[in-house]
Nanobody, 127 residues
Framework: QVHLVESGGGEVQAGGSLRLSCAAS????????MGWFRQAPGKDREFVVVMNWSGGTFAADYVKGRFTVSRDNAKNTAYLQMNSLTPEDTAVYYC?????????????????????WGQGTQVTVSS
């Protein structure tokens, strides 16, 4: 069984930064695509960024240049570094793992492509 546990959310002022963590058990994060999604109140869950098993990354246009993803293989943990936050980034953030490795250039951006999800962590950006 795979378990993903996010942490690191909180409240920050516009222009600030936060780093979210996603601790995994049951699978090694470096072996599988790991994605980040977010869901704002009243909106659908949307793709944010993904790192595939080869270490390649792909980010949505609305976070490109501000958000980066990384992983610590020793801790089996993925990270989402969020900089230059705006109130529009306010949402619950989720990490997800796909059991479909795909190719070294595969980047999964759809929810259905992921098999396991964390419980989510709230990020609130105040103006």
């Amino acid at each position: 069984q795979v378990h993903l546990v996010e942490s690191g959310g909180g409240e920050v002022q516009a222009g600030g930064s936060l780093r979210l963590s996603c601790a995994a058990s049951g699978r090694t994060v470096s072996d599988w695509p790991m994605g980040w999604f977010r869901q704002a109140p009243g909106k659908d869950r949307e793709f944010v960024v993904v790192m595939n098993w080869s270490g390649g990354t792909f980010a949505a246009d609305y976070v490109k240049g501000r958000f980066t993803v990384s992983r610590d293989n020793a801790k089996n943990t993925a990270y989402l570094q969020m900089n230059s936050l705006t109130p529009e980034d306010t949402a619950v953030y989720y990490c997800a793992l796909s059991l479909n490795r795909g190719s070294s250039t595969s980047f999964y951006t759809r929810r259905v492509q992921y098999d396991y999800w964390g419980q989510g962590t709230q990020v609130t950006v105040s103006s």
